[in-house]
């Protein structure tokens, strides 16, 4: 009898403990959302030169689509946002490290990423677009052989050249920049005979300079845009969903998107 009750009473200190530790498990993650409300703001990490998402303006301000859409979201959510730019190529180390909260920087949504972080919901679909000049002879990608091409270091330009294997072996050349404007500007300059870059960023420079640039009609693919966030931080990734999801269903999005596009590109 002695026995049993010892082997009882052993179970049920283990099953304290068990729960306990899932008790445990689950306020540890739940506590995401606590803590950005007891800091009072999520800290945002950003390549600010990356127009239209976020880059700085002629006063120094970092501005942009992604900006105003995470103040949007930091004011619902009863916080202040701060900015934080980082190098993009260490941007994932970043936030898993904790220097940084979120990555909200037209960030593409791939099965690598996935392995490391978390992601938001979609809001908003991008292309891998290619630029020339506009007196170029370059009408299709076949026409890229031999031709030297540039694009951002450690940017779903690079993996979506990568990906197309039958384009990328036929290149002279590769060349890798610590941003867009760089390579474009390399571009304008004859450096370069093309450059791959997101769609919104292209459209954005083509914008800015009209008659110098110029877009092939084939492109590397569409790709999915999401707020990274570390995969423990399941409170506050479930928040900023609900927040993204208000902010596309009362228009503020749509808006915001009117801005920098000239048309909305949210999506739905």
Do not use: H
């Not at 099953?15 to 409300?37: H, P, R, W």
């Amino acid at each position: 009898m002695k026995k049993k009750l010892a082997l009882l009473t052993i179970m049920i200190f283990v099953l304290g403990l068990l729960v306990s530790g899932c008790g445990q498990a689950k306020q540890t993650e739940d506590n995401s959302l606590k803590d950005i409300k007891q800091k009072g703001k999520f800290v945002v990490g950003l390549d600010d030169s990356f127009p239209p998402m976020g880059f700085k303006n002629d006063k120094g301000e970092i501005v942009g689509f992604d900006i105003d859409m995470a103040k949007e979201a930091a004011q619902r959510m009863g916080v202040k946002v701060e900015f934080k730019p980082v190098q993009w190529d260490g941007i994932i180390l970043s936030l898993n490290n904790k220097d940084i909260d979120v990555i909200w920087n037209g960030l593409t949504i791939t099965d690598k990423r996935k392995e490391q972080i978390d992601f938001s919901k979609v809001y908003l679909q991008n292309k891998q677009i290619i630029v020339v000049k506009n007196d170029s002879s370059i009408k299709t990608k076949k026409d890229l052989a031999g031709k030297v091409v540039g694009l951002q270091l450690g940017s779903s330009s690079e993996t979506a050249l990568a990906a197309d294997t039958n384009t990328s072996k036929s290149l002279k050349e590769t060349k890798k920049y610590s941003d867009n404007t760089e390579a474009l500007m390399d571009l304008s300059q004859g450096r370069l005979d093309a450059v791959v870059v997101d769609e919104v960023v292209g459209r954005y420079y083509i914008s800015k300079k009209p008659g110098l640039y110029k877009t092939l009609d084939e492109d590397f693919g569409k790709e999915d845009y999401g707020v990274g966030i570390r995969k423990t931080d399941k409170s506050f990734k479930e928040e900023l969903d609900k927040t993204l999801d208000a902010m596309k269903a009362d228009g503020t999005a749509d808006k915001i998107s009117q801005k920098w596009f000239g048309k909305n590109i949210i999506t739905k």
